[in-house]
């Protein structure tokens, strides 16, 4: 018998004991011996809940337990989950977490505590929900060279995205919609604004070069800004818009933005739709592997963190090596990507406008949508950033075009060769 | 240090050798120890190239040698890869491999025969080439009720598949063009026939239910009877046709079938193209998950089997447990599977057709397409194989269509409810 404590009943603690319970034969027979959850920590009572009889407001109840050789910590946020999952570890029992502040921004540190003392770590859920992402990273992709890490981490803003394509809702229907479903919180903030993306984006990059990527480095813009003209004129160009995480690993080094991209409606990604999340893993020798799954959700996540139990459970005296020292990547600066780009203007002289953007940016193509008229559109050439701004900098001098250009940069996976 | 062997250095084997030398520094830093070829068992000689220092035609030397921990068995085929593998574990040797007919048919006892000697018997690329799917599958997802594994298990189908949709090929050509591309052997028959597919399904039906899925008890047919006007009906209806091997764990029992199907072409599963692969898993809690990859090709396949190595490295005095019995599980008759089909017919008398077609089939539309005049083509129920066969049977009596109807199953995820 293998006793568990979890660290908070909320969505994915109660997911948490629900799956354990719900798939009590299953994860028995997995684990060759029954799971039982013997405490669970929460401030709050559940009356009449199952949970009742094994609730404690008290962590020592659990830090003193002997029984207890796995905690599953639920509680999310930085704090008391860090202090508690440090304590845990410091009295010799193992930790599984799907959080992901925790992770990114003391993951590393943790993994060495816990290599130290014999113990684990581990974090399935914290990246993609039920989607098994972390472990064939840390198990099958890195004894080969990941080149590129990329893909749709954050459900609530996928579900928010597809409806503003699909049905042609603004962002603030788009929004209240999720709201109304349970897919966004009432502040969604760290979704919208993309956060959510950016942290785990920084947890696969840190796993794919085994250093700690910094994610407030990562450049991070969320989907609020998002308009209808942005969808049309990408349909136009064949294109579907997602908040996409993108990283790169490059002989220069590395590359990492969570921004809205447009993806080509005939790469794979491009069809994640809803509160489906999709992670590409490019690496030299594998090539492109890429993982299609509930990236939230209560089940899918507890479902996660339960592998993680049922794994702990068959490493009770073995470290499961993670390679993610706590010395810090270098991310490039943003100026020198390569990304193509689509780019909006709206004009004031349509004619000059035309031959300006034919001179400075010389695209393939200049299109109009009848429907908006007074603006134009381009896929610019794959340059670095800064080449881009240069351009469009010369082209604002000529006073043809109002307000600000808009720019939406297009997804493409690593090449190679780079 | 750790030492393997390499049973073969053909495509795969020499695949290993490449991988385990050209990723050493990743290989090293994951397994914690240098991992290196001590000795390539092969009755050819290869002159000039690195590997003739180790070579080997004796197996003896290989089984006696102390130094060797894990052989990786790439001959290929039964016999004599299933004597070697056995005498590898008698021997006390870990065992990995690619080997998909070996693992459908002995897997299970060399499983327990592995398990018994506290050794590891693993075969991550013996389904889905570079894809991580049987590891997930087994530390992942089975802590969770599986209720459907289905999939793109085979490119070489795939590509000619894709080459004949996209590129109006037929079937002789696109086969010619695969072989060309080293994509088909000269012998295609097992991959036209579906019976690789029906192997790796089996081998996934197998881990998902813990017992023996016999393969020659599922429905099998090619892809080899396909054409042009299959592809242009189904594209009018909004499919695309692939091989799948489609398995379904339900309360009834479990079905299994490897045949060319239509699939929605909103389906992420629809995008997999050219020699890519794709499985879709199903569990209860976790909902569905996809894993897109390279089923095949040399480096892919040696990656996938390099991460067996490594894995088996960080396990060398623990048996790594996979649920996978050698009791045998029963399939439910096809008569009883439940698909919806696209079924077309020829006809003599075009009012008559329609008129019957109407009155015993009950279609929701009948689809002419002028390029094929003289056919008639519509969506079954979603139905009973039995049924439809009935209520074709009757269509039959009536003389009026020409030759069999061309029926063609729909693909769609298993209900979670069935």
Redesign the interface.
């Known amino acids: 018998m293998i006793y568990v404590a979890i660290l908070g009943y909320g969505v994915v603690g109660s997911g948490i004991w629900q799956?354990l319970a719900?798939?009590r034969t299953?994860?028995e027979?997995?684990a060759?011996q029954p799971i039982e959850v013997k405490r669970v920590l929460d401030t709050r009572k559940f009356p009449g809940n199952p949970v009742e009889k094994v609730l404690t407001s008290d962590y020592a109840d659990i830090l003193k337990d002997k029984d207890i050789q796995i905690i599953a910590e639920a509680i999310g946020g930085l704090e008391p989950a860090y202090s508690y999952v440090k304590q845990a570890l410091l009295a010799n029992k193992h930790v599984c977490t799907s959080n992901k502040e925790l992770v990114i921004k003391h993951g590393a540190e943790l993994l060495a505590l816990a290599k130290e003392r014999g113990l684990n770590f581990m974090f399935?859920a914290s990246v993609g929900g039920?989607?098994?992402i972390v472990?064939?990273m840390n198990?099958?992709?890195?004894?080969?060279?990941v080149i590129g890490v990329a893909g749709i981490l954050n459900g609530t803003t996928n579900y928010i995205l597809t409806q503003m394509s699909m049905v042609n809702k603004n962002f603030e229907e788009a929004l209240a919609e999720a709201q109304e479903r349970g897919y966004a919180e009432k502040n969604p903030t760290a979704d919208v604004e993309g956060y959510d993306s950016c942290r785990k984006l920084a947890i696969l990059l840190s796993l794919a070069i085994?250093r700690q990527v910094n994610y407030e480095a990562i450049h991070t813009e969320g989907i609020t800004a998002l308009t209808q003209e942005d969808f049309a004129f990408a349909t136009h160009f064949g294109y579907v818009i997602k908040l996409m995480a993108d990283g790169r690993i490059t002989s220069m080094g590395i590359e990492a933005l969570t921004v809205p991209m447009l993806i080509h409606s005939?790469?794979?990604l491009s069809?994640?739709a809803d509160v489906f999340n999709g992670v590409l893993v490019q690496?030299?020798?594998?090539?492109?592997?890429?993982?299609?799954?509930?990236g939230a959700?209560k089940?899918?996540t507890?479902?996660?963190v339960?592998?993680d139990i049922?794994?702990i459970s068959?490493h009770l005296d073995?470290h499961?090596?993670h390679?993610w020292s706590t010395e810090s990547a270098m991310l490039l600066p943003l100026s020198s990507y390569r990304r193509q780009k689509m780019i909006r203007v709206s004009f004031n002289d349509r004619e000059r406008a035309m031959s300006l953007i034919q001179e400075y940016m010389e695209p393939a193509s200049i299109v109009e949508i009848s429907e908006y008229s007074g603006q134009l559109a381009w896929l610019s050439q794959c340059e670095p950033e800064n080449k881009t701004i240069e351009k469009l900098a010369r082209l604002a001098e000529s006073k043809v075009f109002i307000g600000e250009p808009r720019i939406l940069r297009i997804f493409e996976p690593t090449k190679s060769d780079e």
Chains 1, 2 share one sequence.
């Open positions: 799956v719900q798939n299953y994860i027979r997995k060759s399935e039920g989607i098994p472990r064939p198990l099958s992709l890195t004894t080969d060279e085994g005939s790469h794979p069809m994640v690496a030299r020798m594998t090539d492109s592997v890429m993982f299609f799954g509930r959700g089940l899918p507890a479902s996660a339960v592998s049922v794994d068959k073995q499961i090596e390679i």
